[in-house]
Nanobody, 122 residues
Framework: QVQLEESGGGLVQAGDSLRLSCAAS????????MGWFRQAPGKEREFVAT????????YYADSVKGRFTISRDNAKNTVYLQMNTLKPEDTAVYYC???????????????WGQGTQVTVSS
């Protein structure tokens, strides 16, 4: 079982940037895609971004397209989410997850981190 641990969350002002990291450990596997999701209070967990094993394929939710960038360093077993021009509506707990392939559905991901809180004040 692979363990995922997110870091980098915090409290920022609107317009600021943050970079989240997700480190994988344990029984890491090759050829898996990674995704970022978020969940705001009282809302369902929603897709943010996903990246293929090689990094050649990425997909983003419309709400973050042009502002967020997902990337990965397989040598470090780490995936990143660079978040620019943050908005108050980006406030949520952010989770990273692993999947056999790129996907936007929560159900396609079989390993999850504990999440990191991102709060954007106006």
């Amino acid at each position: 079982q692979v363990q995922l641990e997110e870091s980098g969350g915090g409290l920022v002002q609107a317009g600021d940037s943050l970079r989240l990291s997700c480190a994988a450990s344990g029984r890491t596997r090759s050829n898996y895609a990674m995704g970022w999701f978020r969940q705001a209070p009282g809302k369902e967990r929603e897709f943010v971004a996903t990246i293929s094993w090689t990094g050649s394929t990425t997909y983003y939710a419309d709400s973050v397209k042009g502002r967020f960038t997902i990337s990965r360093d397989n040598a470090k077993n780490t995936v990143y989410l660079q978040m620019n021009t943050l908005k108050p509506e980006d406030t949520a707990v952010y989770y990273c997850a692993a999947s056999p392939g790129v996907a936007g559905n929560v159900g396609r991901y079989d390993s999850w981190g504990q999440g990191t809180q991102v709060t954007v004040s106006s």
